[in-house]
């Protein structure tokens, strides 16, 4: 504790939380090693660490949801004493006004947000609903800390960031002084990311203390006061965020350098895939198309920036195959293709890597070896008259678990037992292994940690170098700088031209993904969005 | 407080050793009723015992009775694993059993060696087409399968109804609602000698044995797995989702319909609206005491026919009330169901006081 990197200002009398020593083993992992962590009236301290490394673990021992096997958890009352808190007892931790914010969202989505937020905390047993009381405080609330949002819609309504809010508010309304956001920008867009953190800034000035868990560095240098970083259980460094550095930071969270994924200039070849005004026209924009034109070249990775909901799943269900145009036409090598199917796409070298990896990529009780076959178990390399081969699905995944490093207790282990990342090396290696000429890919990235970000990037970037053409369809900005050609930006179904990704201005990207800006070199009205039409 | 953790990975013991512990529990708590019955207890369980297993025509008995309700539970078993809800298979079996003795009763005739596979695969095609229409129902426009294939069932059994006054009924029957009798060539060999017990437990053995390789190790076994565990992961890696829907529903249907074929060429010799007495409703929970699994689904089956048959025996020898039977099973679904949790989850009695 006495490590604890903290203003000097501070006097113990702004100590708030403590956690000394606290050690948690299940069976032979230890996964939380005596971890010491302090929080004060009005900071924000970010706790990082890759997937594993005992952040969650540690949150469900603050919470009350595991009892830790060492080590203590002292809270300071509301008079300042520093208590002890009763450990296995998740009503003591909310009665000392530890408030949590689940990554996903625990609201009844039909009810309002303001039923959900006061939703427990009134009595059961009573005739009328006097409601203006908690208006009032919410309203306070509210105008305190720009946590805005409509608390008389029904939460399904809400976007997700609104839908934060209402999470936040809930903790607030229950008196919470410390607050613990689990991943919070993990499905938000970069502006719904920066509005929740002058929020929070907001929030700590006026002396709420916050914990977020994170695994995204820039945005942690960003909001956060103090840094700690954890790896394998254990605390590894602490350090101020105005002292902290990037490189740095990464190397203590992944315990080994980095690799910086970049892309080596290569001339790009023929068009592998090519949409020519496709229109889709499903009812609500998250799934339509308005003739829509993209191109992509072998060699190339194509970005497609945008913020999420703009018809990015209809652009991605089309190419997987799972979803047809209405109008409009899609060409493969010059090939207009008449059979929209996904069977026939993956057979045809269109390697698909899907939006939601545990959802769609995966079938969780199979075994590692099905699940990497299971594009392929009709192909006469893995059956006869019908009968599965074994030992060539179980043979492939071998090589599969050794090349991509899929970390798994073996071939027939089922896929529900793999982490996040481990399912998309698995999903890589079903896909990549079949050198694709056309690659998918649906933010491939996403909820991954740094390692496991960067062998994905390393991989795409591979296989762009071995002159496979590459959508990738992505909200974080970063990425789509870092690995793509070109970039088009998506918004509310139109498609920008692309550009080439060395003459883009992150700023004005920002505001093309926001509707506001066209690409420079539209050639028409169809493939850009009117410039007043969102704004 | 109790807290429930998932367990990765339940070994063999829970595996296999959880439902063989829930029925005997099952059959433990059974001593209650019993008691409040004022029935002897050991007693009670020993004719229980004796009337399953006493003698080889006790024992033929019980086989016989197993023998639909295989066949039913492998139906909701292959279902199940699509998660296609079949409710059905009562109804399936009463068309499967109609189906039989259209064709079997005297319309053609020929040896043994064709007239069976004759009067199989006519029962089959008709449980099959029962449940292929609620299915293509479900993929097409959405439709609750639970509703119709449950719904279909009372249909089914009035239209039996309706033949069984008019088109099919017997002219020697002296007016009951029956059909004509099966003809010699048609009907399923009795294995042993003056017993009930027919082919069609062969018949049925095959099938289990063969349903658990066809789903463990061929392309559409695959491919049914990954649509009922996972129907998005498979349509994404182009699995197609409503021919694997209609290929189980051929298969469900078939083994329902198949069991109506069963009962009525092998065990009664003629239908009449009282074949089953809800094979197709126990072969849910056997299935469900099977956990889905084919050779399982043997194994249940063998439990709950011993439990009716033993029960039924027992009832008449004491003058309890046969209905001690559907308690029994019914206890034994909620014991496994209660076991499966348990295998899944580890439980966690955490007191106030725990240490920190």
């Given at each position: 504790m006495s490590?604890?990197?903290?203003?000097?200002?501070?006097?113990?009398?702004?100590?708030?939380?403590?956690?000394?020593?606290?050690?948690?083993?299940?069976?032979?992992?230890?996964?939380?090693?005596?971890?010491?962590?302090?929080?004060?009236?009005?900071?924000?301290?970010?706790?990082?660490?890759?997937?594993?490394?005992?952040?969650?673990?540690?949150?469900?021992?603050l919470f009350g949801h595991y009892v830790a096997d060492e080590g203590t958890v002292t809270v300071a009352g509301r008079d300042g004493n520093l208590e002890q808190l009763e450990p296995g007892a998740p009503q003591a931790a909310l009665d000392a006004g530890i408030g949590m914010v689940h990554q996903h969202f625990t609201l009844a989505e039909n009810l309002t947000g303001l039923d959900n937020i006061v939703l427990g905390t009134e009595p059961i047993f009573r005739l009328r609903r006097d409601r203006s009381t908690a208006r009032a405080k919410l309203g306070e609330l509210m105008a305190g800390s720009g946590l805005n949002v409509d608390l008389d819609q029904p939460v399904h309504k809400l976007t997700v960031g609104e839908k934060q809010r209402v999470e936040i508010l809930k903790a607030l309304y229950r008196n919470a002084r410390l607050l613990v956001l689990d991943e919070p920008t993990a499905v938000l867009t970069p502006q719904e990311a920066d509005s929740l953190f002058a929020i929070l800034r907001k929030l700590a000035a006026t002396g709420l203390a916050v914990i977020i868990i994170a695994h995204k560095l820039a945005e942690v240098l960003a909001v956060s006061h103090r840094i700690a970083v954890l790896r394998g259980g254990a605390k590894v460094g602490e350090m101020k965020t105005s002292d902290a550095n990037h490189k740095s930071i990464a190397e203590l969270m992944v315990g080994r350098e980095v690799p910086v994924s970049r892309r080596t200039p290569r001339a790009p070849g023929k068009p592998v895939i090519t949409l020519a005004d496709v229109t889709i026209d499903r009812g609500d924009s998250r799934r339509s198309l308005h003739g829509v034109n993209v191109t992509a070249r072998e060699g190339e990775i194509l970005g497609i920036a945008g913020v999420s909901g703009n018809g990015q799943a209809a652009l991605a269900q089309l190419i997987a195959g799972l979803d047809k145009p209405d109008s409009g036409t899609v060409e493969i090598f010059g090939e207009k293709v008449t059979k929209f199917d996904a069977h026939t796409f993956a057979q045809n070298g269109i390697a698909r890597i899907p939006e939601d990896r545990h959802h769609d990529g995966m079938v969780g009780s199979m075994t590692v070896a099905e699940n990497i076959a299971i594009e392929d178990v009709r192909s006469p390399e893995y059956q006869k008259l019908g009968f599965l081969d074994f030992d060539a699905i179980r043979k492939r995944a071998e090589h599969a678990i050794a090349d991509y490093d899929v970390r798994c207790p073996g071939p027939d282990a089922p896929a529900r037992l793999l982490s996040g990342g481990n399912i998309q090396k698995l999903i890589l290696a079903r896909v990549l292994e079949k050198s694709p000429k056309l690659i998918l890919a649906n933010q491939p990235s996403r909820g991954l940690d740094v390692g496991a970000q960067s062998e994905v990037h390393r991989r795409l970037l591979e296989a762009r170098q071995g002159g496979a053409a590459v959508i990738l369809i992505s909200e974080d900005l970063d990425e789509l700088l870092t690995i793509s050609d070109q970039i088009a930006v998506i918004h509310a179904g139109h498609i920008t031209p692309a550009m080439p990704t060395d003459s883009i201005d992150r700023s004005e990207l920002g505001l093309m993904m926001a509707g506001q800006k066209t690409a420079q070199h539209a050639p028409d009205g169809t493939t850009t969005t009117n410039p007043g039409e969102t704004a | 407080m109790i807290r429930f953790e998932p367990r990765s990975n339940p070994g063999p013991f829970l595996v296999y050793g959880v439902p063989i512990l829930a029925a005997t529990i099952a059959i433990l708590l059974a001593a209650i009723p019993l008691a409040l019955a004022g029935a002897p207890i050991i007693q009670a369980y020993g004719l229980m015992i004796s009337g399953a297993f006493g003698s080889v025509f006790s024992t033929s008995e019980m086989l016989t009775r197993a023998t639909p309700l295989i066949l039913t539970g492998l139906a909701a078993a292959i279902a199940f694993r699509a998660k296609l809800w079949n409710i059905g298979a009562e109804g399936q079996l009463y068309m499967g059993a109609m189906a039989a003795v259209a064709v079997g009763s005297g319309v053609i005739d020929g040896p043994s060696w064709v007239m069976i596979p004759v009067v199989i695969i006519a029962g089959m095609a008709a449980g099959a087409l029962m449940l292929i229409g609620p299915t293509l129902l479900k993929t097409r426009l959405g439709v609750d399968e639970v509703v119709t294939t449950l719904l279909l069932n009372f249909i089914v059994l009035l239209f039996v109804q309706m033949m069984l006054e008019g088109a099919l009924k017997d002219p020697m029957s002296m007016g009951w609602p029956q059909s004509e009798p099966i003809i010699d060539s048609a009907a399923f060999p009795a294995l042993l000698d003056r017993m009930r017990v027919h082919i069609g437990l062969l018949i049925a053995l095959v099938s289990a044995v063969a349903l658990a390789i066809f789903v463990k190790r061929t392309v559409w076994g695959f491919e049914i797995r990954a649509v009922g565990e996972n129907a998005a992961a498979a349509r994404f890696s182009g699995i197609s989702v409503t021919k694997t829907m209609i290929l189980v529903a051929a298969l469900s249907g078939g083994l329902a319909g198949l069991a109506g074929v069963s009962e009525v060429a092998g065990t009664r010799g003629y239908l009449a609206t009282d074949l089953s007495p809800g094979y197709g409703y126990a072969g849910i929970v056997v299935a469900m005491l099977a956990r889905l699994s084919p050779i399982g689904v043997i194994a249940s089956a063998l439990f709950v026919a011993s439990v009716f048959v033993g029960a039924d025996s027992m009832s008449r020898a004491i003058g309890v009330s046969s209905y001690l039977a559907d308690l029994i099973v019914a206890m034994a679904l909620l014991c496994v169901l209660i076991g499966g949790f348990l295998t899944r989850f580890r439980v966690h009695f955490d007191r106030k006081s725990a240490q920190g």
């Amino acid at each position: 504790m006495s490590s604890a990197a903290h203003k000097s200002s501070e006097t113990s009398q702004d100590l708030l939380l403590s956690l000394a020593g606290v050690t948690k083993r299940f069976g032979p992992l230890v996964a939380n090693n005596a971890i010491d962590l302090t929080v004060h009236k009005g900071e924000i301290v970010a706790l990082l660490g890759e997937n594993g490394a005992g952040k969650t673990t540690l949150m469900n021992i603050l919470f009350g949801h595991y009892v830790a096997d060492e080590g203590t958890v002292t809270v300071a009352g509301r008079d300042g004493n520093l208590e002890q808190l009763e450990p296995g007892a998740p009503q003591a931790a909310l009665d000392a006004g530890i408030g949590m914010v689940h990554q996903h969202f625990t609201l009844a989505e039909n009810l309002t947000g303001l039923d959900n937020i006061v939703l427990g905390t009134e009595p059961i047993f009573r005739l009328r609903r006097d409601r203006s009381t908690a208006r009032a405080k919410l309203g306070e609330l509210m105008a305190g800390s720009g946590l805005n949002v409509d608390l008389d819609q029904p939460v399904h309504k809400l976007t997700v960031g609104e839908k934060q809010r209402v999470e936040i508010l809930k903790a607030l309304y229950r008196n919470a002084r410390l607050l613990v956001l689990d991943e919070p920008t993990a499905v938000l867009t970069p502006q719904e990311a920066d509005s929740l953190f002058a929020i929070l800034r907001k929030l700590a000035a006026t002396g709420l203390a916050v914990i977020i868990i994170a695994h995204k560095l820039a945005e942690v240098l960003a909001v956060s006061h103090r840094i700690a970083v954890l790896r394998g259980g254990a605390k590894v460094g602490e350090m101020k965020t105005s002292d902290a550095n990037h490189k740095s930071i990464a190397e203590l969270m992944v315990g080994r350098e980095v690799p910086v994924s970049r892309r080596t200039p290569r001339a790009p070849g023929k068009p592998v895939i090519t949409l020519a005004d496709v229109t889709i026209d499903r009812g609500d924009s998250r799934r339509s198309l308005h003739g829509v034109n993209v191109t992509a070249r072998e060699g190339e990775i194509l970005g497609i920036a945008g913020v999420s909901g703009n018809g990015q799943a209809a652009l991605a269900q089309l190419i997987a195959g799972l979803d047809k145009p209405d109008s409009g036409t899609v060409e493969i090598f010059g090939e207009k293709v008449t059979k929209f199917d996904a069977h026939t796409f993956a057979q045809n070298g269109i390697a698909r890597i899907p939006e939601d990896r545990h959802h769609d990529g995966m079938v969780g009780s199979m075994t590692v070896a099905e699940n990497i076959a299971i594009e392929d178990v009709r192909s006469p390399e893995y059956q006869k008259l019908g009968f599965l081969d074994f030992d060539a699905i179980r043979k492939r995944a071998e090589h599969a678990i050794a090349d991509y490093d899929v970390r798994c207790p073996g071939p027939d282990a089922p896929a529900r037992l793999l982490s996040g990342g481990n399912i998309q090396k698995l999903i890589l290696a079903r896909v990549l292994e079949k050198s694709p000429k056309l690659i998918l890919a649906n933010q491939p990235s996403r909820g991954l940690d740094v390692g496991a970000q960067s062998e994905v990037h390393r991989r795409l970037l591979e296989a762009r170098q071995g002159g496979a053409a590459v959508i990738l369809i992505s909200e974080d900005l970063d990425e789509l700088l870092t690995i793509s050609d070109q970039i088009a930006v998506i918004h509310a179904g139109h498609i920008t031209p692309a550009m080439p990704t060395d003459s883009i201005d992150r700023s004005e990207l920002g505001l093309m993904m926001a509707g506001q800006k066209t690409a420079q070199h539209a050639p028409d009205g169809t493939t850009t969005t009117n410039p007043g039409e969102t704004a | 407080m109790i807290r429930f953790e998932p367990r990765s990975n339940p070994g063999p013991f829970l595996v296999y050793g959880v439902p063989i512990l829930a029925a005997t529990i099952a059959i433990l708590l059974a001593a209650i009723p019993l008691a409040l019955a004022g029935a002897p207890i050991i007693q009670a369980y020993g004719l229980m015992i004796s009337g399953a297993f006493g003698s080889v025509f006790s024992t033929s008995e019980m086989l016989t009775r197993a023998t639909p309700l295989i066949l039913t539970g492998l139906a909701a078993a292959i279902a199940f694993r699509a998660k296609l809800w079949n409710i059905g298979a009562e109804g399936q079996l009463y068309m499967g059993a109609m189906a039989a003795v259209a064709v079997g009763s005297g319309v053609i005739d020929g040896p043994s060696w064709v007239m069976i596979p004759v009067v199989i695969i006519a029962g089959m095609a008709a449980g099959a087409l029962m449940l292929i229409g609620p299915t293509l129902l479900k993929t097409r426009l959405g439709v609750d399968e639970v509703v119709t294939t449950l719904l279909l069932n009372f249909i089914v059994l009035l239209f039996v109804q309706m033949m069984l006054e008019g088109a099919l009924k017997d002219p020697m029957s002296m007016g009951w609602p029956q059909s004509e009798p099966i003809i010699d060539s048609a009907a399923f060999p009795a294995l042993l000698d003056r017993m009930r017990v027919h082919i069609g437990l062969l018949i049925a053995l095959v099938s289990a044995v063969a349903l658990a390789i066809f789903v463990k190790r061929t392309v559409w076994g695959f491919e049914i797995r990954a649509v009922g565990e996972n129907a998005a992961a498979a349509r994404f890696s182009g699995i197609s989702v409503t021919k694997t829907m209609i290929l189980v529903a051929a298969l469900s249907g078939g083994l329902a319909g198949l069991a109506g074929v069963s009962e009525v060429a092998g065990t009664r010799g003629y239908l009449a609206t009282d074949l089953s007495p809800g094979y197709g409703y126990a072969g849910i929970v056997v299935a469900m005491l099977a956990r889905l699994s084919p050779i399982g689904v043997i194994a249940s089956a063998l439990f709950v026919a011993s439990v009716f048959v033993g029960a039924d025996s027992m009832s008449r020898a004491i003058g309890v009330s046969s209905y001690l039977a559907d308690l029994i099973v019914a206890m034994a679904l909620l014991c496994v169901l209660i076991g499966g949790f348990l295998t899944r989850f580890r439980v966690h009695f955490d007191r106030k006081s725990a240490q920190g």
